[in-house]
């Protein structure tokens, strides 16, 4: 769903352009809880939103550094750190930060190369 203008409540309609037309769970998860506190007109409730938002993120970015250290020395973290990012809503973004990040690290850069492929061929099958 991508939304090209939004209405207030007091009738005024804000004209949205995307820059990005791929979306995700998490971030279609953030843009309708943005968008209903927008309609309360409350800045401080906004505010706390985006902090809640930028606070999962970080912790799902921590979340998958832990999983890949423990990937590298164990298969059963690899499968753990798979369903992390398929369960998240986030894993596309989430792995591809991982991935700039490792980039020196050449064990941890292979578990990144296993999780994308893999997550790759199952949205295929979907």
């Known amino acids: 769903m991508i939304v090209t203008d939004y ?9 949205l352009t ?4 791929v979306s995700n ?6 843009i309708q809880a ?16 985006l902090e809640n938002f930028k606070l999962k993120a ?17 298969h059963y973290a690899l499968f753990r750190c798979c369903q992390f ?10 792995l591809q930060n991982a991935h700039a990040e490792h980039r020196d690290l050449p064990e941890a850069c ?7 492929e893999f997550l790759s061929e199952q949205q295929s099958f979907c």
């Open 7 to 15: 209405t207030l409540a007091n009738h005024s309609v804000i004209p």
């Open 18 to 21: 995307p820059f990005s037309t």
């Open 25 to 30: 769970r998490f971030c279609d998860d953030w």
């Open 34 to 49: 943005f968008l209903n506190a927008a309609e309360r007109c409350n800045p401080f409730l906004l505010r706390q939103i």
């Open 58 to 74: 970080i912790q799902d970015m921590n979340s998958l550094k832990r999983f890949i250290r423990q990937a590298e020395s164990s």
């Open 85 to 94: 990012l398929q369960g998240c809503g986030n894993g596309d973004v989430l």
């Open 110 to 116: 292979s578990i990144i190369r296993v999780l994308d």
